[in-house]
């Protein structure tokens, strides 16, 4: 079955720099989410879309922007990195609102993660 | 807002024996989902076990199992006939019915578990 890709898997950056993250969701998955997960920490929510509009803001910096395009696919834009920002930053995708029904009904499938180092 | 609680934050377990890891939650809403989601060294995130808050039949998944209490906002995972392939960190996370736009998953601390050989 296919699942959540992201891209690029690895990414090492300077402080200042800007890093752009990829997320491509399960097909005929609408909703996507983007977490920030830390050493020995829990993922923390950032940012998600469901039908290319915004649904929901979590502790996503203002360096950060995020959208949501016409083939669902999600890009998450790291401007101005500092080192605190490296991290495994993962994206999930879930199907839409509404009842659901089988195996995936209401889960998120997360991608691998693309692991960010900026040194 | 809903919280997650994993107030344990390492547990061992002798293999093949029996496991049972802690969660408990805080919420308003009557209608949610809960989750428990495995991160082994890979650090993907692997679904173990879901749970709907408006059943009353405890989730089974072959070795994992739930205690789900609702009225306590407790819901513990126990994973049976331990196996080495089971060491892992685990994160018991919340989330709003789909309909919501804040559907979101929030997570816990997580706990880690290793497993003795």
């Known amino acids: 079955a296919a699942g959540v890709i992201q891209s690029p898997r690895h990414l090492i950056k300077e402080k200042r720099e800007t890093a752009t993250l990829k997320c491509y969701p399960i097909?005929?998955?609408?909703?996507v989410y983007w977490y920030q997960q830390g050493p020995g920490q829990d993922p923390q929510f950032l940012i998600s879309?469901?039908?290319?509009?915004?649904?929901d803001k979590g502790s996503i910096p203002d360096r950060f922007s995020a959208q949501q395009f016409s083939d669902y696919h999600s890009e998450l834009n790291m401007s101005s990195l500092e080192l605190g920002d490296s991290a495994l930053y993962f994206c999930?995708?879930?199907?839409?609102?509404?009842?659901?029904?089988?195996?995936?009904?209401?889960?998120?499938?997360f991608g691998a993660g693309s692991r960010l180092t900026v040194l | 807002a809903q919280t997650v609680t994993q107030s344990q934050p390492e547990m061992s377990v002798q293999e093949a024996e029996t496991v049972t890891l802690s969660c408990t939650y805080d919420?308003?809403?009557?209608?949610?989902?809960l989750f428990w989601y495995k991160q082994p060294p890979s650090r993907q995130m692997i679904l173990v076990i879901r749970?709907?808050?408006?059943?009353?039949q405890n989730a089974t998944e072959n070795r994992f199992s739930v205690n789900f209490q609702k009225a306590a906002k407790s819901f513990s995972l126990k994973i049976s006939d331990s196996q080495l392939g089971d060491a892992a960190m685990y994160f018991c996370?919340?989330?709003?019915?789909?309909?919501?736009?804040?559907?979101?998953?929030?997570f816990g601390k997580g706990i880690t578990l290793s497993v003795r050989p």
């Open positions: 999930a995708s879930s199907p839409g609102r509404g009842p659901q029904t089988g195996s995936g009904a209401n889960v998120l499938t």
């Open positions: 097909p005929r998955h609408d909703t």
């Open positions: 879309f469901y039908e290319k509009m915004q649904s």
């Open positions: 919420t308003s809403e009557s209608d949610y989902y």
């Open positions: 749970q709907e808050a408006y059943k009353q």
């Open positions: 996370a919340y989330r709003s019915p789909p309909l919501r736009a804040n559907s979101k998953l929030t």
